[in-house]
């Protein structure tokens, strides 16, 4: 079970953390995905993280530079730390991961994420002056 928070109203430069708190699974062992949808636009992948002793993170080009992923396994938790927020950044913001038996995971800037096994509710996140 994922569940993302940390969403809000922010103006335009502005900063958000979202968090995600896992339970109820191996969670050290998963990638850890965030995605996004804005109203009448797909679902697109934000940034990613493997499993701890991979060290990999990735992000899409938009948010390369304003968005930092972390995880701190000892607390099963994901962050998303947001900074220089854009009116285009405003979207319904997801957590997801990766079940580590899949071919899926954190390889490469996140497309979708649709190989993503678990999922979250999402945390509105609305760049606005």
């Known amino acids: 079970q994922l569940q993302a928070s940390g969403g809000g109203l922010v103006q335009p430069g502005g900063s958000l953390r979202l968090s995600c708190a896992a339970s109820g699974f191996a969670f050290d062992e998963y990638a850890i995905g965030w995605a996004r949808q804005a109203p009448g636009k797909e679902r697109e992948g934000v940034s990613c993280i493997s499993k701890s002793s991979s060290g990999r993170k990735f992000y899409r080009d938009s948010v390369e530079g304003r968005f930092t992923i972390s995880r701190d396994d000892a607390k099963n938790m994901v962050y998303l730390q947001m900074n220089n927020l854009e009116p285009e950044d405003t979207a319904v913001y997801y957590c997801?991961?990766?079940?580590?038996?899949?071919?899926?995971?954190?390889?490469?800037?996140?497309?979708?994420?649709?190989?993503?096994?678990?999922w979250g509710q999402g945390t509105q996140v609305t760049v606005s002056s």
């Open positions: 997801a991961a990766a079940d580590p038996r899949s071919r899926y995971g954190c390889y490469g800037p996140p497309a979708r994420l649709g190989g993503y096994s678990h």
